[in-house]
């Protein structure tokens, strides 16, 4: 009778998720508090960035009392900001230099076999964003946040008729 229902006796798990078409990646968790009359409220923020492989990525800030609520919100912020970007036999197109409040951020594009040549913000969302091979160098701001969006801006300036 045990085998009739399957291994976990009839029970159901909730409802079934399809599998989603993009990959997410947590960038950051931080712990904020904000100062009120009876004492501290703590807060989280999740800084998350989703994207397909294949020439889409966004990325999105989200704020809960719980971790896991967080994210979520993060999640559904970076999907509504998706961005295309230009591939062009697996990197970019031509070479882009942003400047986003202290962030200085310079991409350029590499050959075949270079591989993502970044680091932090820059190569998870080189990453998710399909991006094979790549050359970037950050600098100023050591904040990811800063950094993360000072890399989109960078890729939305990317067009692919140069």
């Keep these: 009778m045990a085998q009739e229902r ?15 078409e993009y990959e997410e990646e947590v960038l950051q968790i931080d712990r904020v508090t904000r100062v009120v009359k009876g004492g501290r409220r703590l807060r989280f923020r999740a800084t998350v ?27 559904h912020q970076a999907k509504k900001d998706m961005l295309v970007v230009p ?4 990197t970019i197109p031509h070479e882009v230099r942003v400047k986003y409040k202290s962030a200085k951020i ?21 990453e998710l964003a399909g991006i094979k091979n790549i050359l ?15 890399t989109m ?4 300036q990317l067009n692919q008729f140069k």
Aim: hydrophobic share 40%; net charge positive.
């Design 136 to 150: 970037s160098k950050m600098f100023g701001a050591r904040n990811r946040i800063t950094n993360a969006t000072a």
């Design 49 to 75: 960035v989703v994207g397909n492989r294949n020439g889409k990525v966004g990325i999105g800030i989200g704020k809960s009392t719980e971790v896991v609520g967080a994210i979520q919100k993060a999640i």
């Design 106 to 126: 310079f991409i350029l594009p590499a050959g075949p076999g270079t591989g993502i040549i970044a680091g932090g913000a820059v190569r998870k969302i080189a």
């Design 87 to 90: 591939l062009k036999n697996g």
């Design 6 to 20: 399957g291994q976990f006796g009839g029970r159901s798990r909730g409802p079934r998720r399809e599998p989603s």
């Design 153 to 156: 801006i960078a890729l939305r």
